[in-house]
Nanobody, 114 residues
């Protein structure tokens, strides 16, 4: 099965930016839509951004206008550009296909704090 490896997280001050990367071990075209999820301490994992095979994007209201998802089908990569970060964005971020199947990776920790 295809594995996903997330990277690019870290500690950033409020208002800062980070770019997360997700490398898939196989073709992401076969999955169709890909998504970035996050899980904050004590909360359920939520889908924050998704992108279809042809590039149509969607976002949860709390990140609209601040986050941008993109994909590189040729290289099996998915990215999440995060701007104007807030403390409420602190979470472990994961990428995975939005449909059935696929395996969760280890995620990458994003901490927004002054």
């Amino acid at each position: 099965q295809v594995q996903f490896e997330e990277s690019g997280g870290g500690l950033v001050q409020p208002g800062g930016s980070l770019r997360l990367s997700c490398a898939a071990s196989g073709s992401i075209i076969s999955f169709g839509a890909m998504g970035w999820y996050r899980q904050a301490p004590g909360k359920q994992r939520e889908l924050v951004a998704a992108i279809t095979r042809d590039g149509t994007t969607s976002y949860v209201d709390s990140v609209k206008g601040r986050f941008g998802i993109s994909r590189d089908n040729a290289n099996n990569m998915v990215y999440l550009q995060m701007n104007s970060l807030k403390p409420g964005d602190t979470a472990v971020y994961y990428c995975k296909n939005t449909g059935a199947g696929g395996n969760w990776g280890q995620g990458t920790q994003v901490t927004v704090s002054s």
